[in-house]
């Protein structure tokens, strides 16, 4: 079993829509929760980041995690074409990164 | 802006071949690391290093091993490559070892082995 699961899509929203990507963890010693983006032929790049239980926004984006269910969450408010990309959750722990398969998603405009 | 760089962006092999594919950082990041990515199978952590001339062993190192002699430099050497080592690699780099989830990512090489 991964340590983290992550459902890979394909995702296809309108533009404007609220998109919610999921992740669900194994290992409890987690500390820091992340979501890395990947446009298509580049590497991942951090887009959040959340250290233990909560919730953190940073404009469109909104990272959740709920360590009572070991579950990771990216919301996207009012998404745009250019939110096209995979999306990636990781939870690390003794300081290496331990990433989902991924989620495609596309912004339809 | 951090910028981590990688010698190909791809690359095609025959089988049996010795293959290097290198990495630099030009941020003094100290640590570094080789990741494959595989459709389904996501990101998978081949080795990393924490310091000059140190190495760990990540989730898949069979088949793989890894030389740091210099601090911004990390090579990955594929000994005898094979073909189920076609995949996509990434190098990354952190600042430190505090700072392990925020991971600087290159842009991937593309390996193909025949």
């Known amino acids: 079993q991964k340590e983290v699961e992550q459902d890979p899509g394909p995702l296809s929203v309108p533009e404007g829509a609220i998109v919610s990507l999921n992740c669900t963890y194994s290992?409890?010693?987690?500390?820091?929760f992340m979501w890395y983006r990947q446009y298509s032929r580049k590497g991942p790049e951090l887009l959040m980041y959340?250290?233990?239980?909560g919730n953190k926004e940073d404009g469109r984006f909104t990272a959740q995690v709920d360590k009572s269910s070991k579950y990771i969450s990216l919301f996207i408010r009012d998404s745009q074409p250019s939110d096209s990309a995979t999306y990636l959750c990781?939870?690390?722990?003794?300081?290496?990164?331990?990433f989902g398969t991924g989620t495609r998603l596309t912004v339809i405009p | 802006d951090v910028k981590v760089t990688q010698s190909s962006r791809y690359l095609v092999k025959r089988t049996g071949e010795k293959v290097f594919l290198e990495c630099v950082q030009d941020?003094?990041?100290?640590?570094m690391f080789w990741y494959r990515q595989d459709p389904g199978l996501g990101l998978r952590l081949i080795y990393f290093?924490?310091?000059?001339?140190?190495?760990e062993k990540g989730d898949i190192p069979e088949g793989y091993s890894v030389s740091r002699e210099k601090k911004e430099r990390f090579s990955l050497i594929l000994e005898s490559a094979s073909t189920n080592q076609t995949s996509m690699y990434l190098c990354?780099?952190?600042?430190?070892?505090?700072?392990?989830?925020?991971?600087?990512f290159g842009p991937g090489t593309r390996l193909t082995v025949t």
């Open positions: 290992n409890s010693a987690f500390q820091y």
């Open positions: 941020m003094d990041h100290e640590n």
């Open positions: 990781a939870g690390e722990r003794a300081n290496n990164l331990f």
């Open positions: 990354a780099s952190s600042l430190t070892s505090t700072g392990a989830y925020e991971q600087y």
């Open positions: 959340t250290y233990s239980s």
């Open positions: 290093s924490y310091d000059v001339k140190m190495k």
